[in-house]
């Protein structure tokens, strides 16, 4: 089993900034791409930004310039630096990762269970 936590959701304001932190634990062999998607009650989940094994980083149209994926591979941990952050932005955000367990076995995706992000104008 493996179990992605998350954490760093909170109530902001216009132009503040949060960092979102989500941690992977139980059977690990290795990480691959790991992602922020977020979703508004009643509508899709959507990407918001992902980062390969090796580093390579992909974002939505409205992440990008404001929003930074990291990752800390010691730590089995992705980051979102989410900057200037605007009301369009609240949301649950949710980690989510492809994580083999073992040297033979296929890496499957694993979801965290959400944190809210609320900012107001």
């Known amino acids: 089993q493996v179990q992605l936590v998350e954490s760093g959701g909170g109530s902001v304001q216009a132009g503040d900034s949060l960092r979102l932190s989500c941690a992977a634990s139980?059977?690990?062999?290795?990480?691959?791409?790991m992602g922020w998607y977020r979703q508004v009650s009643g509508n899709q989940r959507e990407l918001v930004a992902s980062i390969t094994e090796r580093g390579g980083t992909n974002y939505s149209d409205s992440a990008k310039g404001r929003f930074t994926i990291s990752r800390d591979d010691a730590k089995n941990t992705v980051y979102l630096q989410m900057n200037n952050l605007n009301p369009g932005d609240t949301a649950v955000y949710y980690c989510?990762?492809?994580?083999?367990?073992?040297?033979?076995?296929?890496?499957?995706?694993?979801w965290g269970q959400g944190t809210q992000v609320t900012v107001g104008s």
């Open positions: 139980g059977r690990i062999y290795r990480i691959y791409t």
């Open positions: 989510n990762a492809y994580v083999q367990s073992a040297s033979l076995s296929v890496p499957d995706p694993y």
